[in-house]
């Protein structure tokens, strides 16, 4: 890793456009992990993937390292799971946790066209089912109900 080189900074370029992208889509909407969250666990993954593949010896496995990230991003999105009221909130954003650091690892990878395509893929999945779900009542029955929806349903006939 050498930030005089071009393959650095597109490396840094292309964290921070995916991490923008999906953050920008959770910031909009009130969510936890926004745009900053959301490039941070994106360019931190594919920092340590890429320190990790720099360090080659024999005694080192790549792998590990993204073992190791897997682990602690979990407890990164556990964090931002709350029980309230009866249900659980926070879910879709502890699993968007997850994907920003996969996807970090895949630039760590120096795969930056992949990486796009899985930003861009996940924020069609936020924006197009939250679109559906505005759409289709059936869509927000149970723990997908909106507080509107939900007193409805409560209201005594």
């Not at 990230?69 to 954003?93: M, N």
Request: a positive charge; one cysteine or more.
């Amino acid at each position: 890793m050498d930030v005089t080189t071009l393959s650095f900074w597109e490396m840094i370029g292309v964290a921070v456009l995916c991490g923008g992208a999906i953050g920008l889509e959770r910031q909009i909407r009130g969510k936890p992990a926004g745009i900053r969250t959301s490039i941070l666990i994106c360019l931190g993954t594919s920092l340590f993937i890429s320190l990790g593949i720099d360090a080659v010896g024999e005694n080192t496995d790549t792998t590990r390292v993204l073992g190791q990230v897997i682990t602690g991003i979990g407890f990164l999105g556990g964090g931002v799971i709350i029980a309230r009221e009866g249900r659980i909130e926070g879910a879709t954003s502890a699993a968007v946790i997850w994907v920003l650091a996969a996807i970090g690892a895949v630039i760590g990878f120096e795969k930056y066209a992949e990486a796009m395509v899985l930003a861009f893929l996940t924020v069609s999945v936020l924006v197009g089912l939250g679109i559906l779900e505005g759409k289709y009542r059936i869509l927000r029955k149970g723990v997908h109900a909106r507080r509107k929806d939900q007193q409805d349903l409560d209201r005594p006939c």
